[in-house]
């Protein structure tokens, strides 16, 4: 060890105390774990140190937009006219007053997408509002027009993969007068357009995608306010990347600055849209957030092309952690949408974040003894407030007594005095055991299962809690 990192040992002392420190300020149980920020970042951009100032953020009009019936409609089987808005109803209320999901995109090509934004925007909620999605064509602004929507977003590829490869441009010069001849059919329409970067974490930055910005934002300054152009940078790929002084085109901290301080694009004009292809799309998101973008783009449960988009759910939380307060979101509308997916056939793994079947269940017994000592010990926030989802223990041969209590005692709705103590639980307990140790059993023990037994082994109780 050098003489310099043994000047950098510090000692620390016990600090004894028969009262738990539960650090309740950042963990307070009826939100999600708070984020809490004890300084500026420190980011080398073009050879200079840029100072971002993550405290901000608690400030900011962040927000979420949402592509479920976009980008999220790329992943599976169309949705139904009546599934659309079901779904779109529920996120209205998941959203709350505030408008946290301020915004929702459909296509507008087919007789059914029409229909369908008809049909949300009769429901009458302000929130999230609906927007088209059209191609970089100047035709199709026609549809938008018809629509009556104020803003569409129109897909306008960066990356020379896209520009010479995919769109057969001869030249980028060609691209962009292209890309700039339908924002001026945008302006002449009335309608504000949201310009989609595809793949801008692989795109040449200096050479096209600035030059392009400042175009826009020039192009903006004969328009009024309401018309100008929103960017929205796509992670088409999933390669951008969240850290500390990594080189364009992957990171995100270089890219927003650059849009955001020197092509002067508002904060409240540029919109994150992730992609997983590398598990880290709600970090990516939450981090552009952090780094002076206003809006991330998501999907109800992740669903978008090949891995996927920023899980609707993942970004509410984040939102409530940064904000430390759920700013009129109604977080238990992620276990009703959840329920509804799976009725209409979208599968939800059982241990995914705050959706699945299972993702707040326990089968260790340690774990069980834990619950049920302090429901904190073993579940990351008051899940049966937030999500309407109790913990829940599932029983195998790991469980032991604690996990066959709890069960019991969940299954009974007892709490404090009431609850059954393991004595009473015993008959339940051994039998679970001995479906292990002497019937050769390898799976899991159901609820229905469970309940039989119950009823069988514990007869007082079910006659005076369920009789």
Not at 229 to 243: A, E, Q, Y
């Amino acid at each position: 060890m050098t003489q310099d990192a043994n000047s950098k040992i510090k000692s620390h002392p016990l600090v004894d105390t028969t009262e738990p420190n539960l650090v309740e300020g950042t963990f307070p149980h009826s939100l999600p774990p708070l984020i809490h920020f004890e300084g500026p970042v420190i980011e080398n951009i073009d050879g200079q140190p840029v100072e971002f100032d993550l405290l901000g953020v608690k400030d900011r009009d962040i927000h979420i937009t949402d592509t479920t019936f976009r980008d999220g409609q790329q992943a599976r089987p169309p949705y139904t006219i009546d599934q659309m808005v079901k779904i779109y109803d529920l996120m209205s209320r998941l959203s709350g007053p505030n408008g946290v999901i301020r915004q929702t995109e459909f296509f507008l090509y087919t007789k059914n997408d029409r229909e369908t934004l008809e049909r949300c925007r009769e429901l009458g909620h302000k929130f999230p509002e609906c927007t088209g999605w059209i191609r970089a064509v100047k035709g199709d602004f026609r549809l938008v027009k018809e629509c009556g929507l104020k803003e569409t977003g129109m897909l306008t590829s960066s990356s020379d993969y896209h520009i010479f490869d995919k769109l057969m441009f001869k030249s980028r010069k060609a691209c962009m007068d292209s890309y700039c001849e339908v924002v001026d059919a945008a302006f002449e329409a009335g309608v504000r357009p949201r310009c989609h970067l595809e793949d801008i974490t692989r795109a040449d930055i200096e050479g096209f995608v600035l030059p392009f910005v400042d175009r826009l934002m020039k192009m903006s300054e004969g328009v009024p306010e309401e018309l100008s152009v929103k960017i929205r940078l796509c992670d088409t790929m999933g390669f951008g990347l969240p850290f500390a002084n990594v080189a364009l085109p992957r990171s995100i901290p270089k890219l927003i600055y650059k849009l955001n301080q020197e092509c002067g694009v508002p904060s409240d004009r540029l919109e994150w849209h992730g992609h997983n292809d590398f598990h880290k799309v709600s970090v990516n998101g939450t981090s552009s957030w952090l780094y002076g973008c206003d809006a991330v783009n998501a999907t109800l449960f992740g669903f978008g092309e090949r891995t996927g988009n920023p899980p609707m759910a993942g970004a509410i939380f984040d939102y409530i952690a940064l904000k430390g307060d759920l700013c009129g979101i109604d977080t238990t509308a992620i276990t009703e949408l959840a329920e509804y997916m799976v009725s209409i056939g979208l599968p939800i793994p059982e241990n995914y974040p705050f959706a699945g079947r299972a993702f707040n269940t326990t089968r260790a017994g340690i774990h069980a003894g834990g619950l049920r000592r302090n429901e904190r010990i073993y579940n990351i926030f008051d899940t049966e407030k937030l999500l309407a989802r109790p913990p829940r223990v599932a029983i195998t041969d790991k469980s032991g007594t604690d996990g066959v209590v709890l069960w019991v005692n969940e299954f009974f709705g007892l709490k404090g005095i009431d609850r059954i103590n393991k004595m009473r639980c015993a008959p339940l307990a051994r039998w679970v055991i001995d479906q292990y140790e002497k019937e050769g059993r390898l799976t899991a023990i159901s609820d229905q299962e469970l309940e039989v037994q119950t009823e069988a082994l514990m007869p007082a109780q079910w006659e005076k809690f369920k009789g």
